[in-house]
Nanobody, 122 residues
Framework: QVQLVESGGGLVQAGDSLRLSCAAS????????MGWFRQPPGKEREFVAA????????LYTPSVKGRFTISRDNTKNTVYLQMNSLKPEDTADYYC???????????????WGQGTQVTVSS
C-alpha cells in the first residue's frame, strides 16, 4: 500500500513557474514508477510525465516537453514536477500516481493522490 499526498499547486500568471511535490508513504516507494497526470476542467485525466523507479528514465507528453521536469528523491520518498513557462492551458488538477510500469495510461497506475490545483491566468 502506498499513500500519496501532492502539494505545491496554486494560482500563477502565464510564464511563471511552480514546483509540485508528491510525498509517498511506505518503504517500497523506490520500486515504483511515478507519474504525474492532470485533469483540466470538464475534461478527462491525461498523462503529463513519468519517471522510472531508479530515476534514470523519464517520459513526457509533447505539450510539456522542454517546460516541465519530473524528478524523484528516493531517500525522501518524494517525486517532483517542476513546471516552467506555464500557460493557461496548463490549468488543471494535478495528480501523482504510483505504478509498476511506465505508461501514459491511467489504468496501469495502482495508487493515486488526492490532487492539487494549478491555475494559470493569462
Amino acid at each position: 500500500q502506498v499513500q500519496l499526498v501532492e502539494s505545491g499547486g496554486g494560482l500563477v500568471q502565464a510564464g511563471d513557474s511552480l514546483r509540485l511535490s508528491c510525498a509517498a508513504s511506505g518503504r517500497t516507494f523506490s520500486s515504483y514508477t511515478m507519474g504525474w497526470f492532470r485533469q483540466p476542467p470538464g475534461k478527462e485525466r491525461e498523462f503529463v510525465a513519468a519517471i522510472t523507479s531508479s530515476g534514470r528514465s523519464t517520459l513526457y507528453t509533447p505539450s510539456v516537453k522542454g517546460r516541465f521536469t519530473i524528478s524523484r528523491d528516493n531517500t525522501k520518498n518524494t517525486v517532483y514536477l517542476q513546471m516552467n513557462s506555464l500557460k493557461p492551458e496548463d490549468t488543471a488538477d494535478y495528480y501523482c500516481a504510483a505504478g509498476r510500469s511506465t505508461s501514459t495510461l491511467v489504468k496501469p497506475y495502482d495508487y493515486w493522490g488526492q490532487g492539487t490545483q494549478v491555475t494559470v491566468s493569462s
